[in-house]
């Protein structure tokens, strides 16, 4: 496959909920292999965007194309492969209580596929290794930190062997060491296994440690698109404002 394919295709996409719109017209391309940034304020539809790409939700208008499928007029059985090829990194890592680290990252594999019981234990011992928890995957979550939470979240997402993975928010919530862990954490795994990722994120150090693209959601439509050094760059009003984190004098208004 060509390096710079187009992976995700999301073309002038537009959801309201009642008279609220949401999404104006999202037009945003995720290629193969790179790290994607989509920042942008809370409550601006980042997460919506990203249940439009798991099939949580149906915009009212627009395309969405993901691994050349037109997912907006697919049948359930066309998206399938692909969803088979896709994994979610959830904000609080969506964990079992009940279930042991380990067949937490087992339980994909155990419900999706016919793998013989030892191929499942070589690949939960593959996948907790690349994120440093080798040793503790016989812990509840309920007896690990946050920050190891999310990577038992990231090595259930990386045991299915994915070609794309979507983090929504993968260090709200943790200070800024175990949110340093978690970035390295995701550097490390994209450098071993390259596969494309898409980050929804308000927080800068993410954009600016990972990110191959950058992309800014504000009032529903994406309002800069390009690298991480020009986003850094930039001299777009909005985008100084937003990397400034001035809630007055630029153009974005709080509500």
Do not use: W
Request: a negative charge.
């Amino acid at each position: 496959m060509m390096e710079n394919e187009e992976v995700i295709e999301v073309r002038n996409l537009r959801k309201s909920f009642g008279k609220v719109h949401v999404l104006r017209g999202i037009d945003l391309t995720v290629r193969r292999g790179e790290i994607c940034v989509l920042m942008g304020l809370s409550g601006t539809g980042k997460s919506v965007l990203l249940k439009h790409i798991l099939g949580l939700l149906t915009p009212d208008g627009g395309d969405l194309l993901i691994d050349g499928v037109d997912f907006l007029h697919a049948s359930r059985a066309e998206r399938e492969p692909v969803f088979q090829r896709m994994a979610m990194c959830f904000q609080n890592a969506a964990l079992f209580d009940s279930m042991s680290a380990r067949e937490n990252v087992a339980f994909p594999l155990r419900e999706n596929t016919k793998l013989p019981p030892d191929e499942i234990e070589k690949r939960v011992d593959h996948a907790l290794r690349i994120v440093g928890l080798s040793e503790l995957g016989n812990r509840s979550p309920s007896e690990i930190s946050g920050g190891m939470r999310k990577r038992v979240g990231l090595a259930r997402a990386l045991v299915i062997d994915p070609e794309i993975i979507l983090f929504d928010e993968p260090t709200t919530g943790l200070d800024p060491i175990l949110s340093d862990a978690i970035i390295q954490t995701i550097r490390k795994t994209h450098e071993e296994l390259k596969y494309t990722t898409l980050i929804v994120t308000h927080e800068l150090k993410v954009t600016f440690e990972l990110a191959d693209h950058v992309a800014l959601l504000l009032d529903g439509k994406i309002a800069f698109d390009g690298t991480s050094k020009e986003f850094s760059e930039s001299k777009d009003p909005a985008v100084v404002q937003f990397i400034a984190g001035r809630s007055e004098d630029g153009p974005i208004r709080v509500q």
